[in-house]
């Protein structure tokens, strides 16, 4: 049977900022909440072992979301602490879980909303996952992207506000980039064993890709610097 659990919480803990709210449990299906506190920008690394994970805003809180699961041993742990102005939040699963668990036989469904109201460092770690970042409408400092073996979709349209950085490691499967057009972007490429396209994007030599918006001197840039494993990869302008 399967459980919901942000009401009937299997586990609370609180930490001495009052602020944060955490809720995971046991069984099949659990809550993830971060609540909003007093902190000035956010840290969030995401790790997953292998299943499904996406990502897009669209709460009031730091982080809310769901994550259903058969096995025990995905149960995430989640942690936060707030020190100074920034806080710091990790949702993640085991080390070793791929050589404990068949992962063909099993779910593991990450389905997490960020806030649009606080500047984010993002950090992701997946394993042999289908990712899906939708991120449009959030408040980007710094993106950090891992891929292990799936296929990831990255979207990063939209009017962005400030400029930041960007690392993109993909490994196995199909990658799908979208950029904005109204935003400067610099991509600088290292391509692996796969296939990579550059759509409406301008080459500038060595790897060097930038839209419309940077050759005509927007202030606003996404610094994008990627490693292409085995697989194909399309960047593309929205």
Avoid at 111 to 120: A, G, T
Avoid at 154 to 173: H, N, P, Q, R, Y
Wanted: hydrophobic share 35%; proline share 1%; glycine share 14%.
């Amino acid at each position: 049977m399967k459980k919901s659990f942000l009401a009937g919480v299997v586990g609370v803990s609180l930490l001495l900022s009052g602020c944060g709210l955490f809720v995971n449990g046991t069984g099949d299906s659990g809550g993830i909440l971060i609540e909003k506190d007093k902190a000035k920008e956010l840290e969030l690394e995401l790790k997953i072992g292998a299943g499904q994970l996406n990502v897009s805003d669209g709460t009031k809180e730091w982080v809310e979301g769901t994550i259903d699961y058969k096995n025990d041993k995905l149960k995430p742990d989640v942690s936060y602490k707030l020190k100074g102005n920034k806080g710091t939040a990790v949702i993640e699963q085991g080390d070793g879980l791929l050589d404990k668990i068949n992962f063909g036989e099993t779910k593991n469904h990450w389905n997490l909303n960020l806030s649009d109201d606080i500047p984010v460092d993002l950090k992701v770690n997946s394993g042999a996952s289908e990712t899906s970042l939708d991120l449009k409408g959030l408040e980007l400092m710094n993106l950090e992207v891992n891929a292990g073996v799936g296929d990831v979709t990255i979207d990063l349209g939209g009017d962005w506000k400030e400029s930041f950085d960007a690392t993109l490691s993909m490994g196995v499967g199909k990658s799908t980039i979208i950029l904005p057009s109204e935003v400067g972007v610099k991509i600088d490429s290292s391509k692996g064993i796969g296939n990579a396209s550059f759509n409406d994007l301008i080459s500038k030599g060595d790897g060097i890709y930038v839209n419309q918006a940077y050759e005509d001197g927007t202030d606003v840039i996404i610094n994008l610097e990627t490693s292409l494993g085995i697989g194909d990869a399309t960047f593309k302008v929205e």
